[in-house]
């Protein structure tokens, strides 16, 4: 079994910073693609970032280089550095892997549980 647990959410106000930390069971070698989604109420869950098994990162484009992917393999830890933090990144941000393939659509292989990231005005 495979776990994925975030940590690192909380209240934020706009233009503060947050870093998000997935630590993963396994190595996150066995995985070829990991990334963050977001949810916000009412809306599809939305993919913000991946790094893929060479190294190789991706962002939606909305994030406009506010938002950094990295990984830490050591500690089988994934990270999600936030910086100027606006409302409307309200959110549950979940952490996502993928066994093969690459993260695209919400086709991931395994879930975290979220983390809640409010950033207040």
């Known amino acids: 079994q495979v776990q994925l647990v975030e940590s690192g959410g909380g209240l934020v106000q706009a233009g503060g910073s947050l870093r998000l930390a997935c630590a993963a069971s396994?190595?996150?070698?066995?995985?070829?693609?990991m990334g963050w989604y977001r949810q916000a109420p009412g809306k599809q869950r939305e993919l913000l970032a991946t790094?893929?098994?060479?190294?190789?990162?991706n962002y939606a484009d909305s994030l406009k280089g506010r938002f950094t992917i990295s990984r830490d393999n050591a500690r089988n830890t994934v990270y999600l550095q936030m910086n100027s933090l606006k409302p409307e990144d309200t959110a549950v941000y979940y952490c996502?892997?993928?066994?093969?393939?690459?993260?695209?659509?919400?086709?991931?292989?395994?879930w975290g549980q979220g983390t809640q990231v409010t950033v207040s005005s």
């Open positions: 996502a892997a993928l066994i093969d393939g690459t993260l695209e659509g919400p086709n991931a292989d395994y």
């Open positions: 396994r190595s996150i070698f066995s995985f070829n693609a």
């Open positions: 790094i893929i098994s060479g190294g190789r990162t």
